[in-house]
């Protein structure tokens, strides 16, 4: 696709109606926190299980149409401020050759993991092109991208390089991961070179989300409890920052204006520096992290946009509880650069009226912090 052909493209899409995430990512004032949900988008909706019930999940994700109808789903029964394309991180492994399938209960399971480096040459196609192979995502997105009619923004995801390498080695979800760590002790050059032929994809993969219509991006970096500091910094974190430059460098040389970039790294808690000062627009923090942390992050980096993080299970609890943990969480947080999201993805089990519920509630109590903090203060005379 060419430039001029991305920019027309991109004049054609609806005007938008509520751009407040955009304003908070970019830290500028906002009439209400901006919400939205990790995984919003799916399993813990009667009306998605009802289309899952007729096809299978990655069937969904590679068609345009039924993945337009699901992404829009939750905006029907909620006022969030973004809708998150369907789809899933697996779709990048998926697209270099490897055979991926969601068992139910389960979840997903590689036919053919990757066990030693010697498997790379069979296991991935290192010819496969973003475009081609991921046309079905792109689609999707310009097909909910109008038929949002300009309601709230869209956003694109991707997997990081760290994350879909351990899938890809352990082949379904792990708990301690030993299988992909043993290669980041035993192969390590292989290892790199994996990272970085993963980095590349996904920086073309992100790119191609936005030039269909994408207009944040959000990079999960899912598996970084199993890592010490060390490991991360060495395996991680390089990759993310040359995705968040990359990401920019190329956007700019299409002539695409601003996209904001979020980071979730889960379990990430000790390298909370590291993230704030990856150039990522906006970090997103799971339930871990403290009241003390957040404060230090505020005072340190008071340009960056948090996001997050209260608790999927407090969606269990009582609304009189669930609202106590709300206005406790937008007062650590504070209303400016500042986007209320659970701490990880919703769980399928979750009370949609409480849902509907963390939605509302975040938009009343923030819309009043900020009016009262507008007001000005009265000024004794007599002082």
């Known amino acids: 696709m060419s430039d001029s052909t991305v920019k027309q493209n991109q004049d054609e899409f609806p005007p938008l109606k509520n751009n407040l995430i955009l304003r908070a990512c ?21 009306e998605y299980l009802s289309i899952r019930s007729q ?12 993945c337009c109808e699901v ?41 053919h993991p990757i066990n030693v480096p010697a498997d790379i040459k069979t296991a991935i196609d290192r010819t496969k092109q973003a475009s081609v192979e991921l046309k079905y995502v792109y689609d999707a997105i310009t097909l909910t991208r109008h038929a949002l009619d300009g309601r709230c923004p869209l956003i694109g995801f991707s997997g990081a390089p760290w994350t879909l390498m351990s899938y890809m080695i352990e082949g379904k979800g792990s708990e301690t991961h030993s ?5 980041l002790y035993t192969y390590v050059e292989e290892s790199h070179d994996l990272l970085q032929f993963l980095t590349h994809f996904i920086i073309n993969h992100l790119v191609e989300q936005v030039c ?4 944040l991006l959000q990079l999960f970096e ?6 010490s500091h060390d490991l991360f910094v060495r395996f991680s974190l390089p990759y993310l920052r040359q995705i968040a430059k990359g990401v920019r460098d190329m956007l700019t040389r299409r002539q695409i204006p601003f996209v904001p970039l979020i980071i979730f790294a889960k379990d990430a808690h000790y390298a909370l520096d590291e993230l704030c000062s990856s150039s990522f627009d906006v ?54 650069n ?22 509302d509630t975040v938009h009343r109590i923030s819309k009043d912090m900020i009016k009262h903090e507008s007001v000005p203060k009265m000024i004794n005379a007599n002082k």
């Open 26 to 46: 970019r830290g500028e004032p906002v009439e209400r926190v901006p919400i939205w949900i990790m995984r919003q988008a799916g399993r813990y909706l009667p």
């Open 55 to 66: 096809n299978s999940f990655f069937d969904v994700c590679r068609t345009p149409s039924i």
């Open 71 to 111: 992404t829009l789903q939750p905006l029907r029964r909620f006022d969030l401020d973004a809708a998150i394309i369907f789809s899933d991180i697996l779709v990048v492994p998926q697209a270099l050759g490897m055979q991926v399938d969601m068992i139910a209960k389960e979840g997903p399971r590689f036919a």
């Open 179 to 183: 299988k992909a760590k043993k290669w």
């Open 212 to 215: 269909a219509g994408a207009q």
């Open 222 to 227: 899912s598996h970084c409890g199993c890592l």
């Open 283 to 336: 970090v997103g923090l799971d339930w871990s992290i403290t009241r003390r942390q957040i404060r230090t992050l505020r005072e340190k980096y008071p340009s960056v946009t948090l996001q997050g993080n209260l608790d999927p299970c407090a969606l269990y609890a009582s609304q009189n509880d669930l609202e106590k943990m709300i206005k406790q969480m937008l007062e650590i947080f504070g209303p400016k």
């Open 338 to 359: 500042y986007i209320a999201n659970l701490g990880h993805g919703i769980y399928p089990d979750a009370n949609i009226d409480n849902v509907k519920h963390f939605v």
